[in-house]
């Protein structure tokens, strides 16, 4: 039965439901259950969550050479910035949580780009939509080496992959791809540490 319908739920209440719902896992009834949680819950938790849904937004951008997400009084990134880290090595990923999977694994030292998804003509998704020629600007104007493409092993990550080789094949630069360790039809975010470690391990030319 839709909340809606029932006529009893104040107007915030079923608003709240509504944009719950329209969260990534999150169905009516998830949203239902959080609403009525946070509705019992402390003025000071609910206060602190919805400041930090503002700040998320306000204190937020993206670093201006890898474009994953930064602080605000921060760019480049905290990873650009590390003069500890191989610049020669270029790791690839769709989504800003992609480089949080692989920080955790803990042996990858190179920088990354993230392209803020992948190419799917299916949802009118192409090149251009993603952060892809400033990553063959990236690749073109620096001392790279070796491009790391670690898309998502589906359709769309296999799609991104092919382009960004085709893009780079033929030049100075080493393009290789994840191991098959991930498995397919997942995504990276999901992957553990030691399947993480394996695949970058063994990574081989495309």
């Known amino acids: 039965m839709n909340l809606k319908s029932v006529g009893t739920v104040p107007r915030p209440v079923q608003r709240l439901i509504d944009q719950l719902s329209r969260l990534p896992g999150i169905g ?25 849904l503002v700040l998320l937004k306000s204190d937020t951008s993206f670093c201006s050479i890898c ?10 990134c905290a990873v ?3 003069v500890n880290r191989d610049t020669t090595t ?12 692989i920080e955790r694994a803990g042996m990858f030292d190179g920088m990354y780009h993230v392209l803020h998804g992948s190419i799917s003509p ?16 990236r690749v073109n104007s620096g001392d790279v080496k070796e491009v790391v493409i670690a898309t998502n092993p589906n359709l769309s990550g296999e799609a991104t992959a092919m382009y960004i080789y085709q893009q780079l094949s033929g030049g100075r630069v080493r393009v290789t791809r994840l191991a098959r360790g991930l498995p397919v039809g997942g995504d990276l975010e999901y992957a553990d540490e030691i399947t993480l470690v394996r695949a970058l391990e063994g990574r081989q030319d495309m």
């Open 122 to 137: 299916v949802d009118g998704i192409g090149p251009d939509d993603l952060k892809l020629n400033q990553l063959l600007d």
């Open 90 to 101: 270029l790791c690839v990923v769709e989504e800003p949580l992609d480089v949080m999977a």
């Open 28 to 52: 009516p009834k998830s949203a239902s259950r959080l609403t009525f949680y946070l509705l019992r819950a402390a003025d000071e938790q609910t206060t602190t969550l919805a400041e930090a």
């Open 67 to 76: 474009y994953n997400i930064r602080s605000s009084d921060a760019d480049p």
């Open 80 to 82: 650009c910035s590390d």
